[in-house]
């Protein structure tokens, strides 16, 4: 009997632990497409994504520094903070999320995301839109966000930008960009 509980409780937790990664997968993509939507999109007639996701640490201070618009609770910051030194592994854009959303067929020059060898490869052929959007860092409401995006035209031209994002009637909406710079 009492292997029989702790059976029942272990696939319970299992079952909770698949909800929440399915939950923060899906909330990766609607990020994801609202970024290629609202930002790529709008300026490539088609683009490159690097499978990679970075993991980018938030620092407060500097958000507040590039912030006068908007203002944001401090504790919401401090949970992004918090949540983004948690982040300690790299994971990957899935080509199956690309389909899903779309994203292929209407943007993406390949069926798939590319990876960072493959992206060297490319440069070496010609110039291209590469682009490169980190993991993204919820608060502990996941109604706040923030990700990074950066794109690689080809090696030594690299600009990019930090998008400050807020889910707004269970859309994600990015509300500013900040701490922007080119090389």
Known sequence: MKKLFFLLIFSISLSAQIDINNSVEAEDEMILRTIV???????????ILKCEKTVVPFDPEFFLEH??????PYEILLELRDNSKKQDKEEKWTSISLRKLGLIEDFSKYSQCITTREIEALFDENK??????SKPIYDSSKKHCVVHLSNTKFPGSISGCSLFLKKIYGKWVIVTDYGCWLS
């Open 37 to 47: 939507y609202d930002r790529i999109a709008r300026e490539n007639d088609s683009f």
């Open 128 to 133: 291209s839109n590469v682009f490169n959007i």
């Open 67 to 72: 912030i006068t618009l908007i203002t944001v």
